[in-house]
Nanobody, 119 residues
Framework: QVQLVESGGGLVQAGGSLRLSCTAS????????MGWFRQAPGKEREFVAD????????TYANSLKGRFTISRDNAKNTVYLQMNSLKPEDTAVYRC????????????WGQGTQVIVSS
């Protein structure tokens, strides 16, 4: 298993920015891609973005493209989510996840970090 720990969440005003971090440990050699997901109260989990360790190929949810940027630092086993121009509807618990293959069947999850965007 891969252990994942997120950080960087908090309270921010609409229009502001946050950068989330996710550090992986354990069986990191089994991780092909890392993804960010979010879940607002009473709503289903939503895909945000992901990135591959090998080539840094990125994928974004269409609705978030242009505001959010995912990146990684392989030496630190860490992925980041830069969130700009935040909106109240971005309020959610953000979790990172690890997938072992290109099929993106995520099997390891972090504990989550809360992001609250005030209006």
């Amino acid at each position: 298993q891969v252990q994942l720990v997120e950080s960087g969440g908090g309270l921010v005003q609409a229009g502001g920015s946050l950068r989330l971090s996710c550090t992986a440990s354990g069986r990191t050699f089994s991780s092909y891609a890392m993804g960010w997901f979010r879940q607002a109260p009473g709503k289903e989990r939503e895909f945000v973005a992901d990135i591959t360790w090998s080539n840094g190929d990125t994928t974004y949810a269409n609705s978030l493209k242009g505001r959010f940027t995912i990146s990684r630092d392989n030496a630190k086993n860490t992925v980041y989510l830069q969130m700009n121009s935040l909106k109240p509807e971005d309020t959610a618990v953000y979790r990172c996840a690890s997938a072992p293959t290109r099929s993106r069947a995520y099997n390891s999850w972090g504990q989550g970090t809360q992001v609250i965007v005030s209006s």
